[in-house]
Nanobody
Framework: QVQLVESGGGLVQAGGSLRLSCTVS????????MNWYRQVPGKSRELVAG???????NYADSVKGRFTISRDNAKNTAYLQMNSLKPEDTAVYYC??????????WGQGTQVTVSS
């Protein structure tokens, strides 16, 4: 059974940093892309950053220059380094993985709260 386990969320003051981790277990096929999404109540989930198994990255305009996504393929783990955090970054952050080019999996979400 495939599982995505996230960690690293929490409460931080504006201007601070957090690092999220997402580890995939139980996968027997290639993990193609790993992404981070976020969602606030009443709004749809939005893509924050993504990385392919070849290392190609993409970012939402709102986080460019502040967030960095990376992955360790040997550990089936993706990271999201978040710097210069703003109150508007407050959300539940979800890890998402595409495996075998067709299957989509989601983590349970981790809360990030940025106080002003």
């Amino acid at each position: 059974q495939v599982q995505l386990v996230e960690s690293g969320g929490g409460l931080v003051q504006a201007g601070g940093s957090l690092r999220l981790s997402c580890t995939v277990s139980g996968s027997t096929v290639t993990i193609n892309a790993m992404n981070w999404y976020r969602q606030v109540p009443g709004k749809s989930r939005e893509l924050v950053a993504g990385i392919t198994n070849g290392g190609k990255t993409n970012y939402a305009d709102s986080v460019k220059g502040r967030f960095t996504i990376s992955r360790d393929n040997a550990k089936n783990t993706a990271y999201l380094q978040m710097n210069s955090l703003k109150p508007e970054d407050t959300a539940v952050y979800y890890c998402h993985a595409i495996m075998g080019s067709v299957w989509n999996y989601w983590g349970q979400g981790t809360q990030v709260t940025v106080s002003s």
